[in-house]
């Protein structure tokens, strides 16, 4: 009765997680206050109602226990929140002088302090980075309920499944919006990019963000479905026998969605967005080759396949957008404002380089840096890397990139070493999306809109989710694998000993 009601509440986390990753990309990528909010307290709700679903708090696998035992990734992010607190938290001010003089000079020129007689926080803005820190921890606890709640294949199969058809919403939305008079963000009117497609999305870019993490989510799913990596010593025709098997109407609606998702890419007219396009293809066929299972004449067939479905779909959507990409391209040469923020912002890394500006704080402080345009207020650097930086300072960073980092190299190092067919396709795909991000976030702030901070988290949750499938059950997960003895045990033996023979006599 315990272990069905434990499924039951699973089912309905699982509900509420993914009903969140379909609302949080509709009202423009809820870059406005309200959906942020709306986001924060829909995650507290899953929280609170894991928790009081979790077998008796405080025992062996409750809600506690799952938080303590969270690994090494868990324990980096949880002193990144404690390094943030200690960002916004009152200190001495002669403390603040000592940790960072530039801090400590700012803020006294702000609020006239006189050394050594009042309080002060290293954020330069402790309620800015106190709201931004609750945000930041919605994703981080969604990911956490997002582990303790997918646990079996059906389970993993609907989440990469509603997070496959969100995208081929946003893409089929987003080209339709581009045929009409009057654009709308769904629920805004459109008021920039009127002409490339943006779907729910603000900007073009972060459209661009989205889908890079969703191709190859669904690339890595018609992988499974058709047991892709299991079809090496099949000749052609079983293969096709197999395929059809495996529900060649879905597939190829996948693959559909494929072609649709990256046709709007193109079309978003996102010079980062074709780049990682063509990355996503460069990396599922060198993964498929390097570490695929099989012989070399099957790992040719996988480089042949990979290679013809890379060439047809991007000389199709090139040929289809050529001209605007070109023009895109030919922008970038006279294009050095990007270049110049990021120079402005190393600045600001250069006067607060260990504990930093305060989670939050980049769009207040830029300002003192832009000498191009005078006190431009730029709100975001078009870096991820630069802005966590210059808002966590060395430390902060630290934590922030050694968590996602572990998990995603821990992935890989397990994920390349599984066999299983399907775990094989679906989590190649979700390491392809998070290095995509990784890439695209380079040149723009993909890792700043709410929307794309929320699928990374998912991503990154449920490719660890799928690595770790049945892993004990493989042998994976054991350092030695040791030979299995086959034949009976010595208990066994001892009991199938022969008994002597002993001569029954029969009374006279």
Do not use: C
């Amino acid at each position: 009765m315990r272990k069905g009601g434990s499924t039951k509440h699973g089912e309905v986390r699982l509900y509420l997680l993914l009903a969140l990753l379909i609302f949080a990309p509709l009202p423009a990528a809820s870059v406005y206050e309200w959906s942020i909010l709306v986001i924060e307290l829909w995650v507290l709700a899953i929280t609170a109602y894991y928790v009081l679903t979790s077998r008796r708090f405080g025992g062996e696998g409750s809600a506690r226990d799952s938080f303590v035992k969270t690994g090494v990734a868990g324990k980096l992010f949880v002193a990144l929140f404690a390094f943030i607190v200690f960002q916004i938290v009152p200190l001495p001010a002669f403390v603040v002088e000592v940790i960072s003089p530039q801090t400590y000079e700012m803020k006294s020129l702000l609020i006239g302090t006189e050394k050594g007689t009042s309080l002060m926080s290293l954020a330069l803005s402790p309620s800015t980075s106190l709201r931004v820190a609750l945000e930041f921890l919605a994703y981080f606890l969604f990911g956490f309920l997002l582990v303790q709640t997918v646990k079996r294949k059906k389970q993993i199969y609907a989440a990469v499944g509603v997070l496959v058809g969100i995208g081929i919403f946003e893409a089929a939305f987003g080209l339709v919006q581009l045929t009409t008079d009057n654009p709308s963000l769904l629920l805004y009117k459109k008021k920039y990019g009127l002409d490339v497609v943006t779907g729910t999305f603000v900007n073009r870019n972060h459209l661009s963000g989205f889908l890079e993490m969703i191709i190859p989510l669904a690339i890595g799913l018609v992988i499974a479905r058709i047991d892709f990596f299991s079809l090496e010593r099949l000749n052609w025709r079983a293969r096709l026998l197999k395929l059809a098997e495996k529900g060649m109407t879905v597939n190829l609606m996948l693959t559909l969605g494929i072609v649709l998702m990256t046709i709007a890419v193109i079309f978003s007219e996102s010079r980062s967005g074709v780049f990682v396009v063509i990355l996503t293809f460069l990396l599922f066929f060198e993964l498929s080759v390097l570490f695929g299972r099989g012989t070399r004449k099957r790992k040719r067939d996988v480089r042949r396949f990979v290679g013809l479905v890379f060439l047809v779909i991007t000389v199709m959507v090139l040929y289809i957008g050529i001209d605007s990409i070109i023009a895109r391209f030919e922008m970038l040469s006279g294009d050095m404002s990007r270049y110049r923020f990021w120079e402005n912002t190393m600045d600001m890394i250069g006067d607060f380089p260990l504990t930093g500006i305060g989670l939050g704080n980049f769009l207040y402080v830029y300002p003192k840096y832009e000498t191009h345009w005078g006190s431009a207020r730029l709100s975001h650097t078009h870096n991820d890397y630069l802005e966590y930086l210059s808002e966590l300072g060395g430390i902060g960073f630290a934590l922030l990139a050694g968590g996602v980092l572990y998990l995603m190299i821990k992935s890989f190092l397990i994920w390349r070493r599984r066999h299983h067919p399907e775990v094989k396709g679906l989590a190649m795909g979700g390491i392809i999306a998070l290095i995509n991000m990784l890439f695209h976030s380079i040149t723009d702030f993909n890792l700043q809109i709410p929307a794309n901070k929320l699928l990374f988290a998912a991503v990154l949750a449920l490719t660890w989710i799928t690595v770790h499938y049945k892993y004990e059950e493989s042998g994976a997960g054991s350092p030695v694998r040791m030979k299995i003895y086959k034949g009976p045990t010595p208990s066994r033996l001892k009991k199938q000993e022969p008994r002597p023979y002993q001569i029954r006599r029969r009374p006279l």
